[in-house]
């Protein structure tokens, strides 16, 4: 009899490990469900953040022209600006909350060469931000990339065409 | 002897029975109970997460939202945003660190009681100036560039629908820039009684503006503004948001403002090699040296000062610096 009441009291904690068990799969489930919900919304929102931004970011302070080329005009970079934004991009890492910022010339197309102080401006693309980070393909917007230029004459404006790309991080 | 035995037997009996009927009910009673507060607790935890979840996602996607509101030539732009739900924004401000951060966290009502979260989204490139916390379902979202000398960032002023502006006594630039928005979060004529009026030729109004001494006074507190020549956008954020998130709006701005100014320092040295000759280096590092001794709305008009100095230096320049 007591043998046999042992037994029940096994199986009832047995069913009640398994019931245990069972839930916290059920909710290791829902949870790794719920995460990755989340972590595929959270990309779309950069996804978003980054086709919204880079409309945009030609125009703000750090990118746009102002009047240095003459009257003030929309998505105008400043190359000259632009160099000295590379260089002191550890400030600047979070500002936009996008994982990779790059600009690549258009036309007239040179080299394939990066842009660094020393090539400056004989380069085809400089690469303004570049996290270390899983990213999304690039959102890109047409530019007309400008600089002063040095001449017999003195110096003067010389834009070109080129392409400003931006790509947010991946979190999936 | 057969009735002892049988009395006995008779008692084992029940004592046996007792046992089993008590140790069931008190596995059913335990893992109930144990059942029914995990279920309980488990729902409750979901349906905050997911409150907060939704509360986490509205706010990026304001923030996702402002972004087309950057100006490029224009004075500024206005838009208004409808979030489905009655929802309470609360306007974060953090000035730590090499541009401070703007925050957002949204409170939205639920079966008809305000749903408090505390998950706060942040954007570096954002500065928003409205009261603490504003509620409503429809919000005017007003932006105007703000330049100090060259252009730092756009202010973005936050208007719930339900409450109006009323301009009374505006400058003429100021009454043409209102009516050309078109909304009626900013009125200068046909006001609603129960409007916020902004006065500024009296001092008897919500808000009393003092173009002279440029002040904007209101509930007792004295905010300072200053700008450029035509440059308004500092006195639109002293009317539309409180003491705390205007000095800490500023303080973000001034931040951003010693950045760029040294961008404009390094990139004046690198035009100086294509033939540009740039006096402007050392009024810059004056410039950098006033910013450095920021310390509150007060200062903005040594700023602004100092700044037009340095803006009359570039324009006299041979290659435009900005």
């Avoid at chain 2, 409808?82 to 009502?109: H, M, V, W, Y």
């Amino acid at each position: 009899m007591k043998k046999k009441g042992q037994i029940k009291i096994q199986q009832t904690i047995f069913m009640i490990i398994a019931v245990t068990l069972l839930f916290v799969l059920v909710g290791l489930f829902f949870l790794s469900i719920t995460l990755n919900k989340l972590n595929k919304e959270a990309t779309s929102l950069s996804e978003k953040n980054s086709l919204m931004l880079v409309s945009k970011l030609a125009n703000s302070p750090e990118f746009s022209c102002g009047d240095s080329f003459g009257s003030n005009r929309p998505n105008c970079v400043d190359f000259d600006k632009i160099m000295s934004l590379k260089r002191n991009i550890d400030s600047y890492s979070e500002l936009w909350g996008v994982a990779k910022i790059e600009i690549r010339k258009i036309y007239p197309s040179t080299n394939n060469a990066s842009c660094t102080n020393e090539n400056y401006p004989n380069c085809n693309s400089l690469k303004i931000l570049n996290k270390n980070v899983k990213s999304l393909p690039y959102d890109s917007v047409f530019i007309a990339l400008c600089r002063k230029q040095a001449s017999q004459s003195g110096p003067y404006d010389k834009c070109e065409l080129a392409r400003l790309m931006v790509s947010s991080e991946d979190r999936t | 002897m057969v009735k002892h035995s049988l009395q006995s037997a008779g008692k084992r009996k029940n004592h046996r029975g007792a046992l089993e009927i008590s140790f069931g009910w008190l596995f059913a009673i335990i893992a109930g109970a144990v059942i029914i507060f995990l279920a309980i607790y488990i729902s409750s935890r979901i349906i905050n997460s997911s409150q907060e979840t939704v509360s986490a996602e509205t706010g990026k996607e304001i923030g996702i939202l402002l972004n087309p509101l950057e100006t490029s030539f224009e004075s500024s732009q206005i838009t208004s945003m409808t979030i489905p739900t009655e929802t309470r924004i609360n306007n974060i401000c953090d000035d730590s660190g090499t541009f401070g951060r703007q925050g957002i966290r949204l409170d939205q009502k639920s079966f008809g009681k305000w749903v408090e979260t505390s998950t706060d989204v942040f954007f570096v490139n954002k500065y928003i100036f409205s009261e603490g916390i504003i509620e409503g379902k429809k919000f005017y979202i007003f932006s105007k560039p703000f330049s100090m000398p060259f252009k730092v960032a756009d202010l973005i002023y936050l208007i719930p629908s339900a409450r109006q502006y009323c301009f009374q006594g505006a400058p003429a630039e100021i009454s043409e820039e209102i009516s050309n928005l078109n909304q009626n979060a900013i009125a200068t004529s046909n006001c609603a009684e129960d409007s916020i009026k902004v006065c500024f030729s009296s001092s008897t109004c919500d808000i009393n503006v003092n173009i002279n001494s440029k002040t904007v006074t209101k509930n007792r507190t004295r905010l300072y503004y200053s700008g450029i020549g035509e440059d308004d956008s500092l006195m639109y954020a002293a009317i539309f948001s409180d003491k705390e998130v205007y000095e800490c709006q500023i303080k973000r701005l001034v931040l951003r403002l010693k950045e760029i100014t040294n961008l404009y320092k390094e990139k004046a040295v690198l035009v100086e090699t294509a033939g540009c000759d740039e006096i402007i280096i050392p009024y810059l590092t004056e410039f950098e040296l006033v910013i450095d001794s920021f310390s509150n709305s007060l200062n903005l008009q040594e700023l602004a000062a100092k700044g037009e100095e340095v803006e009359n230096i570039n324009k006299a320049g041979e290659c435009l610096t900005w």
